[in-house]
T-cell receptor, first 113, second 112 residues
């Protein structure tokens, strides 16, 4: 059974550029959530999607956005990149809402120079 | 706002020792609590999920307990092995969504 797949694994971008990260959840999973992990702030929630609808959003600026497609794949976009956006971005998928286990991908390491 | 704390921040033990990792949270109105491990530069691996109506879960050498009223969870690792060396994270979710609040983790080193 394939796990959560995140692409690309590594990215280097310049300040001011934009970037799109992709997450393919486990087959049959309909919930996808995104997290940012940095040494200083730890793991912080970005947003959560279920059946193509954003259910919750964390405390991040509007430069961070996301969407989910009908096949449950999700993308997140960061516009006007800043040095502080350098982080490991993790995606998690769950079968449904609430009581089910969350499975994480290997993450996308974004470096902004 | 939910605050999740993990103590200790780092732990070093000799191989074979039993150990306990602690997690506390400020808001007892949680839905799930999940323990993860993270190897350097990698994603999170799920270890155990405890639903709010449960008090403990076991998987192999791992046992996790949950006391919602006191806002605490413990992860017990029996007969530790060098392969157990990693950062262990606990996370709690609220309402019916999958938004997790994470602790800062405990870095475990098991010395052969």
């Amino acid at each position: 059974k394939a796990g959560v797949t995140q692409t690309p694994r590594y990215l280097i971008k310049t300040r001011g550029q934009q970037v799109t990260l992709s997450c393919s959840p486990i087959s049959g999973h309909r919930s996808v959530s995104w997290y940012q992990q940095t040494p200083g702030q730890g793991l912080q929630f970005l947003f959560e999607y279920f059946s193509e609808t954003q259910r919750n959003k964390g405390n991040f600026p509007g430069r961070f956005s996301g969407r989910q497609f009908s096949n449950s794949r999700s993308e997140m976009n960061v516009s006007t990149l800043e040095l502080g956006d350098s982080a490991l971005y993790l995606c998690a998928s769950s079968l449904a809402l609430g009581t089910t286990e969350a499975f994480f991908g290997q993450g996308t390491r974004l470096t902004v120079v | 706002k939910q605050e999740v704390t993990q103590i200790p921040a780092a732990l070093s033990v000799p191989e074979g020792e039993n150990l306990v990792l602690n997690c506390s949270f400020t808001d007892s109105a949680i839905y799930n609590l999940q323990w993860f491990r993270q190897d350097p530069g990698k994603g999170l691996t799920s270890l155990l999920l405890i639903q709010s109506s449960q008090r403990e879960q076991t998987s192999g050498r791992l046992n996790a307990s949950l006391d919602k009223s006191s806002g605490r969870s413990t992860l017990y690792i029996a007969a530790s092995q060098p392969g157990d060396s990693a950062t262990y994270l606990c996370a709690v979710s609220r309402n019916t969504g999958n938004q997790f609040y994470f602790g800062t983790g405990t870095g475990l080193t098991v010395i052969p």
